[in-house]
């Protein structure tokens, strides 16, 4: 794992940014997994003036960690609707190669096995951006997720459900399952940037970093992963022992 320790979310967003942009100048069609949550916001604005400079982002490929079920497509709060409105439009990515698992699908198993099927279609996902949860999780793969895992239907825990009752009326009104990708689906991203900030994350990125590779902790799996870069800024990076975190 390369960890980067950074200043501030302004830079953290800048590195990963550039790891994006030097993807896409050798591949324009870049598949790109994109996350939800504040982790990867600044990333995403850095790109967002990377085009305002000329870079061409209409042959991008985004394809989404998660979903939660039940929300419709249109509702803002539905992960379709925020990638769209906060990653695709402003980038200038095509509507049509924004990929998302259909949380509103009458039969979810076979919505999950249709997302992987076309995420293999396209050759999988070249470069994932991940946020973590402050448990741990990676997308919704909570702890005791299998670490071969795909996507499937999944159960918010009561952590997930508290962290994001913020974007609902309260933790009751976050729905209770989602689709999202397994962790066997992230591992096979060919790169993966995790993206961490604040003290709240100290604890879950020393335990993916640092600890046992345990389902107790589900981002510690990449741990395993070859190309895995790990942007924190300083407060994140606070439970990291000092020869990491330089
Ligand atoms: C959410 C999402 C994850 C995200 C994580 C952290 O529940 N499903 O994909 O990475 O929690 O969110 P944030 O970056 O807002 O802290």
Do not use: W
């Not at 741990?136 to 999944?154: K, Y």
């Not at 459900?161 to 974007?167: G, I, Q």
């Not at 009751?172 to 995790?194: F, N, R, W, Y």
């Not at 020393?206 to 590779?213: F, M, N």
């Amino acid at each position: 794992m390369d960890v980067v320790v950074v200043d501030g979310q302004d830079l953290l967003g800048d590195r990963g940014a550039a790891l994006v942009l030097r993807e896409l100048r050798a591949d324009p069609g870049l598949v790109l997994g994109v996350a939800t949550g504040s982790s990867p916001a600044t990333t995403y604005r850095a790109l967002v003036r990377a085009r305002t400079t000329g870079v061409d982002f209409s042959e991008v490929r985004c394809v989404a960690l998660d979903e939660y079920v039940g929300l419709p497509t249109s509702d803002p709060r539905a992960y379709d609707a925020v990638l769209r409105r906060e990653v695709a439009e402003p980038l200038g990515v095509r509507p049509e190669n924004v990929l998302v698992p259909d949380g509103n699908a009458a039969d979810p198993g076979r919505a999950a096995d249709a997302f992987e099927a076309a995420v293999r279609r396209l050759g999988g996902v070249r470069m994932q951006l991940l946020g973590i949860g402050r448990n741990g999780h990676l997308g919704f793969n909570e702890p005791g997720s299998a670490f071969d895992s795909r996507t499937r239907l999944a159960t918010l825990s009561a952590t997930t459900r508290a962290d994001n009752a913020r974007f609902f009326e309260g933790p009751e009104d976050v729905p209770e399952h989602c689709l999202t990708q397994g962790l066997g689906t992230i591992m096979e991203s060919a790169k993966i940037v995790l993206l961490a900030s604040g003290r709240q994350k100290a604890a879950a990125v020393a335990a993916a970093v640092e600890g046992p590779v345990t389902e107790a902790c589900p981002a510690s799996v990449l741990q395993r992963h070859p190309d895995v870069t790990v942007i924190v800024d300083r407060e994140a990076a606070g439970r990291l022992t000092a020869s990491l975190a330089t």
